[in-house]
């Protein structure tokens, strides 16, 4: 019994597919790419992955951490995939017609797909932020936030100096000018 998980001693929100339409193999090595990373790093590994089965995982994945928010009120930030697993579901039998009669069987495996997500310990956690500042990287809502910041300033200039251009300008009478150039029109050309 050494070497079964038990599902009462794993905490964190969990989600669960049952009899996914994969076999539990294929699932497993996606499954080994993304156990204890957290949470932004397991979505990117997920993304770019080019097996069938990382999609079916990720739906997996984004399901746990709904439950998580919204059953365990864990914030999104502050989680990692503490435990991943794949067990073999029932497979269905068909069979291939083969040459001389004979009928060749064929399994369509399915698997039960369990992921766990907890949140991380506050020490993970300063670590986490210690990294993030020493390589640089910022947030990117607090970019976008001030982005979006610097855009609404500039705009805010721009219209102050289209005020200030239209007070500096003269006022000239249209009657004047309208005047001015019938007068050239009217007046014969001696070329």
């Known amino acids: 019994m ?14 669960t597919h049952k009899f996914a339409r ?5 699932a497993r090595v996606v499954l080994d790419l993304i156990r204890d990373e957290d949470l932004d790093q397991a979505r990117e590994e997920l993304q770019f992955c080019d097996r069938g089965a990382a999609t079916v995982v990720s739906k997996v994945l984004e399901s746990a951490v709904s439950n998580a928010e919204n059953n365990e009120n864990l ?22 017609p083969r040459a001389r009669g004979r009928a060749t069987r064929i399994n369509k495996r399915t698997c039960h797909i369990t992921v766990v997500v907890a ?30 910041a610097a855009s609404r300033d500039s705009e805010e200039e721009t219209e102050r100096d289209d005020d200030v251009v239209e007070s500096d300008e003269e006022q000239v009478d249209t009657d004047e000018v309208a005047e001015d150039v019938s007068a050239e029109a009217d007046a014969p050309n001696e070329d």
């Open 2 to 15: 050494s070497g079964l998980i038990d599902l009462d001693a794993v905490a964190g929100a969990r989600s």
């Open 22 to 26: 994969l076999s539990a193999s294929k």
């Open 75 to 96: 914030s999104g930030d502050e989680l990692y995939v503490a435990e991943c697993w794949a067990d073999e579901g029932p497979t269905l039998k068909r069979w291939r």
């Open 119 to 148: 949140q991380l310990s506050e020490e993970e956690l300063e670590m986490r932020a210690e990294r993030l500042e020493a390589s640089g990287r910022r947030n990117a809502d607090s970019d976008r936030a001030a982005r979006v």
